[in-house]
């Protein structure tokens, strides 16, 4: 790990580093910050230039060997070491100068951006996120497969031949289609990238498609909402319309919308057979563009893309302004809280996993 110190000084570059990966420190100034000054404010708070580096134990003799090879020795020290226990503890030789709590230094530090959050956007929103972010003991991210990420899922299908041809279907302002016809293909599928204007000229009929990829991005900017600048140049045009109303229809036929596709089918759910309860996609409660990286926990459901995963744990980049499911009624609302609370019940695919212990971790009140 690395952080540029010259923003705060050493001890605010060393701080933000235990904060992130939720660790406490023994910073100790023996040998570079007693015998110059005589005062450890100057030395931990001072803005020069310079860098601190995080170095893994078994990497600690390559690092020197690098260092002395750009000739760095006299400006290189070892300052500190991360600790499990959630503190912040300064010496200087065998004298302890001064110790804080994790979390002391941890409100200290996040009170401002805490404060504009408040202000900018749902008050409830900036107390979720501070104290989900605030405990020491927060386990992070932690990627939990169950199934085998290296295998070829292809494989079987290829003697028979089949290569089932997939639209990756995209508009103006809409992006990542080559990342997700390169897994297409992965996958097996031979994939095709299809932009609107070549459906409405008549270069590509879904007619000839088993699969149709949305993919994410800003269609129209969404100056009209997130994907409703899309979907409705599909429900204003009669043939555009009654196409992929036919292709819906089909039982041999799959669709998937991926962030902006997803807000954008989600405004076709009229043309959609099952689709009556499906949610609009409205503006975060925080009245703000969020952009994470989130956890999702893969549940038991028919998904045909997610076969084989049930229970997978999986880091996922969240970027979105227009993110809240809201149903047109209490019921479908209630159906959906229902399969939340009880993931067996199949209606769920996804969502923000629990924590270790089995109790929500509240990131859905982020959005």
């Not at 319309?241 to 596709?261: E, K, P, T």
Request: with cysteine; net charge negative.
């Amino acid at each position: 790990a690395y952080h540029d110190r010259s923003d705060g000084g050493v001890f605010a570059a060393l701080c933000e580093m235990a904060f992130t990966s939720h660790l406490g420190l023994d910073i100790r100034l023996d040998g570079w910050g007693d015998g110059r000054t005589g005062d450890p404010l100057r030395v931990l708070f001072n803005e020069e230039l310079g860098a601190v580096v995080q170095v893994p134990v078994d990497e600690r003799a390559a690092f020197a060997d690098l260092v002395a090879q750009h000739g760095l020795i006299e400006c290189a020290q070892r300052i500190a070491k991360p600790t499990t226990a959630p503190t912040v503890r300064i010496s200087d030789g065998d004298e302890e100068l001064v110790q804080w709590r994790w979390d002391e230094l941890f409100d200290a530090w996040w009170a401002v951006t805490h404060a504009m959050q408040q202000l900018r956007d749902h008050p409830d929103c900036a107390d979720s996120e501070r104290d989900s972010v605030r405990r020491f003991d927060a386990p992070g991210l932690q990627p939990v497969l169950h199934f085998d990420a290296s295998e070829d899922v292809a494989a079987p299908f290829i003697n028979t031949g089949a290569h089932p041809k997939v639209a990756v279907l995209r508009e103006q302002g809409v992006n990542s289609q080559i990342e997700t016809a390169y897994a297409f293909d992965r996958a097996g599928f031979d994939s095709f990238d299809v932009h609107m204007s070549d459906l409405i000229a008549g270069r590509f009929d879904l007619a000839d498609f088993h699969g149709l990829v949305a993919c994410g991005g800003f269609s129209y900017g969404d100056v009209l909402g997130a994907g409703r600048g899309w979907a409705t140049s599909i429900l204003e045009r009669s043939t555009l319309r009654d196409m992929f109303g036919a292709f819906f229809a089909r039982d041999n036929s799959f669709s998937l919308g991926i962030c902006n596709g997803c807000q954008m089918l989600a405004q076709l759910r009229d043309i959609i057979p099952g689709a009556e309860h499906w949610p609009s996609f409205q503006r975060n409660t925080s009245e703000q563009y969020e952009a994470r990286l989130a956890l999702l926990e893969v549940a038991q459901s028919p998904s045909i893309f997610l076969r084989g995963m049930d229970g997978s744990r999986i880091p996922v980049a969240v970027a979105h302004g227009e993110g809240r499911a809201v149903f047109a009624n209490g019921v479908d609302q209630s159906a959906v809280d229902v399969a939340l609370r009880y993931v067996e019940g199949g209606q769920t695919a996804l969502h923000y996993p629990a924590n270790p212990n089995g109790s929500p971790d509240g990131i859905a009140g982020v959005t």
